[in-house]
């Protein structure tokens, strides 16, 4: 069992840069894929970005399209976190931020999925005025 505490969240202005960060409070994320995902009101759970571990301290970014060039996602699995540097906020990023870890490894078609991810934290809140 994962437990994930996210924090970082709040309101930001549009271009502006917060940074989110996950810590496991019990448990390890292994070598099993972590990442984030949002939810805007009256949408559903979408993904953000994930990691795919490769050995060692080696790991693959992955990004939906919509952020790749503007957020980085970072993980240190010494320390079983895993952040999300957030830049160029838009108000359209507006959303709950969840972290999220799987059991199991999965290919690269299925991790963008959040019915594969199965350790969720709380959720939190970013918004983005203008």
């Known amino acids: 069992q994962v437990q994930l505490v996210e924090s970082g969240g709040g309101l930001v202005q549009a271009g502006g840069s917060p940074r989110l960060s996950c810590a496991a409070s019990?448990?390890?994320?292994?070598?099993?894929?972590v990442g984030w995902f949002r939810q805007a009101p009256g949408k559903g759970r979408e993904f953000v970005a994930t990691t795919r571990w490769l050995g060692g301290s080696a790991y693959n970014r992955y990004y939906t399209d919509s952020v790749r060039g503007r957020f980085t996602i970072s993980r240190d699995n010494a320390k079983n976190t895993v952040s999300l540097q957030m830049n160029s906020l838009k108000p359209d990023d507006t959303a709950v931020y969840y972290c999220?870890?799987?059991?199991?490894?999965?290919?690269?078609?299925?991790?963008?999925?959040?019915?594969?991810?199965?350790?969720w934290g709380q959720g939190t809140q970013v918004t983005v005025s203008v």
């Open positions: 999220a870890s799987s059991s199991s490894r999965l290919i690269v078609s299925s991790l963008s999925n959040p019915g594969n991810y199965d350790y």
């Open positions: 019990s448990g390890t994320f292994s070598d099993y894929p």
